[in-house]
């Protein structure tokens, strides 16, 4: 057995079970091994960014890292992007990246880089295995970081000769992954004295805290409290719809955020951290908790947050059980030109049980949560570190991780050109993925924000910058030069028509919904 | 005039003349102060490899740094790869990567992260700006390193505030970049009594000694002495054709290398270093200067090598002239299959003067040297770094340069794939470029590479990983998809008559062929 193969085994028996690849000549021994492991599926990017942001969903949907294979600095540049996004997500994940052979680096070939500088700030762990006998425990240190509440990045460089040298001792054993940290009394107790002040209080929700169980706990204590129940504006995943306990989101805008909150007193984070502008403005603050509002940590990201959310509501003597969303869908809108209303109406009539939303709809897809949310319950992913790119690689991963459900990518055409080869790989593993493209022809959020920075008025260069058009994308062109079959609607019949067609069906689909 | 304005019009004064940008909100004032400067042409990339190869590829033909515009730390993630390729190449360069505003840092906002860390591994200078008034000086700085012999990258961090703050002293003046190294009579000694010593003696040539002019130097040298002349595998321009004085390149796999350099007594360096291999492989020297070879450093890439290389063909008492390489084309192929040796000879029967190929054809474009060296002349740019995804970009950066040339970009598929939104900048500035992309469907280096390495024979699922084809891209659909008149050839006659026509025409053009 040599070192490559003494990883694989141990990533599979570790309990990673997909690899998300993009190889190079320096990983062609794991390569090698991943073919010896029948457990171990191998998923083939086209380009890294996909490889990363899949490992991201598929984590997402199933709590167990993914590993991906990474070559070199380079590949792991081009990996970045969506590990910051996974970071942000506080996705387990476990990064090989193939380096050199250790004896090789001095000479610094071409290829040379400082992988460890590169991989530091999306990684929670960065290790270089230097010898063949050391690479199954560092999988297995890699696997326990990932695993460490509440998710982490761990990324093990892997250099040439460690992969295939002999390891004669084989795979290593799993090693035990730090546990949530348990939530003391007094947090408990500060949060039920401050819903209990009967002044305006709020949980403000993330992480584990949006699973369709922690929301049920988190429902009782509104219900007992009046408490009203917020997510963050940007979420790795809440689970959502009919029956589930809703949550409502913080706005993107910053003054929106401070409108929203007005009034608040009391706010309990669980799983996160106080709410901050996305970006600064000249004269508008960062910092978006109100003035007056106290902020009690009831439990952070790492923490045992089912066990804060029950033992709260137990303290605060609730029923064991409260309503969640009501059912209902509305009425798909008919005839006219194709409109984001539009859109939003038709998921929210044909959304499938179960199904997973990927949504990097950004400015296009501001209907869509409200229209979605008495739909049979199903999943909602959110583009967590502002990176775009990550849409369409998160859904490869969450239909590779679910493949019995039905995943409904809302891309904004933008955001889908960063990361487009996610197509092919949809493709090739005939994944069961409906992508719905917001061909606005325009970084839209750009021209708003262009206004809200306060910079002057844009002339025809400026904006140039800001426009898609010049010429139009052709995303059915696009997808089916990847092998993905797809269409393209501009009035709400034939949005209605495609969307009902792709939900029905299997496989890969996209549809160019210009608007 | 704020901190953006301030820098914009620095870097306008000491001679950036283009940005290749994809912003973002925090780059926002940047892209405003672009629109008041009629001399900074702007031209948008869909993704931020495109932005930073076509900033290598610019420079590589005007000699001048281009600066670039990027999005935070995952914008400069996504450059990564082609900077690197950049660094490796000698390219002078200048990014503006926006950052929040220095007061925002704090909050750990969801696109925050270490952008100096992520920087670092490809920049000979990184630095933060702090306040609106150093802004135009640390651009002016910027500019001096990136122009500094032999060329460097140089990354300036700008968050928002020192962008939108007053900066009322405006622009700053231009500073003095280093100079190339002078050279040492001693060095110039020694490498005439090495190559006076009658027994085996080559140069090896990198950087600025693959100018025409200098290699007439070159060429004189090698006439009094009877020395060869090699290049390094990759190089980031070379000028050859016709009455050029020709190079030989090293081959790519180290055993070749070997093979080719046998016998080899002294080796006399142009800036450039010894050769190593570009991957380590079981039991394969790292090193490739041949046991009993001397290794001579007569001038380092930042050293003045035109002085280097002319001082001493004078010292040698050479002629002031030497003959180029010999004209000729060879004979186009007619009928059957298209196969990489037709290509290469049609290219050679058809190639433009002045053309500017830019070579990313990794195994498929083998005989494109031999078939191209009696053509006119024109310039030949190469991937440097080894980081796949370069050609098509710099491409675009070449034209951009010289738009009165013709460029063609010799493109593998699996290479295409990683920066292919650089398709539609071709099409949005209508640039004048052939694209022949080398539809082979599979990573077939790494199925050379997989047997090197002596990993075991591959099963199906290694293969897989290998392997572009199931389903096969359609190069035609994803070119028209990003509005560049595409057409596909998979027998002689068929790609001769496009590649005569594409020659024939201006603006951008693809031709995929199917081998």
Avoid at 414 to 430: D, F, H, I, K, V
Wanted: glycine share 10%; aromatic share 6%.
């Amino acid at each position: 057995m040599n070192g490559a193969e003494s990883l694989v085994k141990t990533l599979v028996d570790t309990g990673v079970k997909v690899c998300f690849a993009n190889p190079g000549t320096s990983e062609m021994h794991f390569v090698a091994a991943l073919d010896d492991n029948p457990d171990m599926r191998c998923v083939l990017g086209l380009f890294e960014g996909v490889v990363t942001g899949a490992a991201d969903g598929y984590a997402r949907m199933t709590g167990m890292p993914a590993a991906t294979l990474l070559h070199l600095g380079p590949g792991l540049g081009n990996a970045l992007a969506n590990l910051h996004n996974a970071r942000r997500a506080r996705t387990p994940m476990v990064n090989i990246v193939g380096e050199h052979a250790t004896y090789h680096r001095q000479f610094d070939a071409p290829l040379t880089s400082d992988i460890e500088s590169i991989a530091r700030p999306v990684s929670a762990w960065v290790h270089t295995s230097l010898f063949a006998h050391e690479v199954a425990r560092d999988g297995a240190e890699a696997v326990r970081v990932a695993r460490s509440s509440p998710g982490q990045i761990a990324t093990l460089i892997l250099p040439a000769d460690t992969a295939w040298d002999p390891a004669p001792a084989g795979p290593a054993a799993a090693l035990p992954p730090t546990a949530p940290a348990p939530i003391t009394d007094a947090a408990i107790e500060a949060s039920a004295t401050a819903l209990g002040s009967g002044e305006p209080a709020m949980l403000l929700l993330n992480g584990a805290a949006l699973t369709e169980q922690n929301l049920a706990q988190a429902g009782r204590i509104a219900a007992a409290t009046g408490c009203r129940l917020f997510s963050d504006t940007f979420v790795g995943r809440v689970q959502r719809g009919a029956g589930v306990v809703p949550v409502e989101r913080l706005p993107y805008f910053g003054e929106q955020v401070t409108e929203t909150l007005t009034g608040m007193r009391h706010m309990i984070l669980v799983g996160t951290r106080p709410p901050v502008s996305f970006f600064a403005y000249p004269g508008k603050p960062s910092q978006l908790v109100p003035e007056g509002c106290q902020v009690h940590g009831l439990a952070g990201p790492e923490s045992d947050i089912a066990a804060a959310l029950s033992e709260l509501a137990d303290r605060l003597g609730t029923p064991r059980q409260v309503a969640g969303a009501p059912a209902g869908r509305p009425q798909p809108h008919r005839g006219g030109t194709l409109v984001p209303e539009a859109i939003a109406a038709a998921i929210g009539a044909w959304l499938p049980e179960q199904a997973i939303i990927m949504d990097e709809a950004a400015t296009s897809g501001f209907a869509i949560p409200t229209a979605t949310a008495g739909c049979p319950p199903h999943d909602w992913l959110g583009l967590t570190g502002g990176a775009i790119g990550q849409g369409l690689p998160a859904a490869v991963g969450a239909a590779v991780a679910c493949p019995d459900r039905k995943v409904l990518a809302l891309e904004a055409d933008g955001s889908g050109m960063y990361t487009l080869q996610a197509l092919w790989t949809m493709a090739r593993e005939q994944l069961d993925i409906t992508v719905v493209v917001f061909s606005n022809r325009k970084y839209a959020i750009l021209q708003v924000e262009f206004m809200r920075v306060g910079a002057h008025n844009p002339g025809p260069k400026a904006m140039s910058m800001l426009d898609l058009s010049d010429p139009d994308l052709d995303w059915v062109a696009l997808a089916r030069g990847m092998g993905v079959e797809a269409s393209r609607a501009d009035t709400v019949d034939a949005f209605n028509d495609q969307l009902q067609s792709a939900l029905a069906g299997r496989g890969p689909r996209l549809i160019e919904a210009v608007i």
